[in-house]
């Protein structure tokens, strides 16, 4: 059974470095064609990719965003870790951590439940 | 402003049809597949469809994908109440590498 767990803190203060982790069960992020997605969505609008890590540690990240963002994973721990640098009153939104499904295929089969943060000052 | 274009909003009456567009361009709809997800406000996204027009186990006939140059689009028959939530085109786009969605649409059962 896939599950995927997002944490980190609900509040964040502008200008600080925000540290989100994915905690997975139930797949290898080994395993060839796997990949781990980061997308997010402020209140009331839609949903906006923001990067990706794949098995082999090849990484993507969306234009607007790549000079503040870094993903990384930790196989041994079944985690991935997103930072997102000098965070803004933007930022604030629901980040999901999604697990691609057929690796022929670029879709999210799974979702974490979402980490709900907010920029405040 | 997303990069994929859909209609803010749909509506219907139960039993109905209703399809929404998505919109792209060479280099995302045009030259890899679409998924779509279903969202019910304050839930996580549910996935529809993947590789324009697969469905996943579990998810009815009624919700139908298909795609033609750089457009796709998802159809809902015989709508249900249960339907009512915002829904996502999602791809590739090859130009950047990075994933892109479309801005949502809204599906009102009236």
């Known amino acids: 059974q896939v599950t995927l767990r997002e944490s980190g803190p609900a509040l964040v203060r502008p200008r600080q470095t925000l540290t989100l982790t994915c905690t997975f069960s139930g797949f290898s992020l080994g395993t060839s064609g796997m990949s781990l997605h980061w997308i997010r969505q402020p209140p009331g609008r839609a949903l906006e990719w923001l990067a990706r890590?794949?098995?082999?540690?090849?990484?993507y990240y969306i234009t607007s965003l790549e000079t503040r963002l870094t993903i990384s994973k930790d196989s041994s721990t079944n985690q991935v870790v997103l930072t997102l640098t000098d965070v803004d009153f933007v930022d604030t939104a629901t980040y999901y951590c999604?697990?691609?499904?057929?690796?022929?295929?670029?879709?999210?089969?799974?979702w974490g439940q979402g980490a709900p943060v907010t920029v405040t000052s | 402003q997303s990069v994929l274009t859909q209609p803010p909003s749909v509506s219907a009456a139960p039993g109905q049809k209703v399809s929404i567009s998505c919109s792209g361009s060479s280099s995302n709809i045009g030259y890899n597949s679409v998924s779509w997800y279903q969202q019910v406000p304050g839930t996580a996204p549910k996935f529809l469809i993947y590789?324009?027009?697969k469905r996943p186990s579990g998810i009815p006939r009624r919700f139908s994908g298909s795609k033609s140059g750089t457009s796709a689009t998802l159809v809902i028959t015989g709508l249900q109440t249960g339907d009512e939530a915002d829904y996502y085109c999602a791809t590739w786009d090859s130009s950047v590498s990075a994933g892109v969605f479309g801005g949502g649409t809204r599906v009102t059962v009236l």
């Open positions: 999604a697990r691609v499904g057929h690796p022929a295929y670029f879709y999210f089969e799974y």
């Open positions: 590789d324009n027009n």
């Open positions: 890590i794949d098995w082999n540690d090849d990484k």
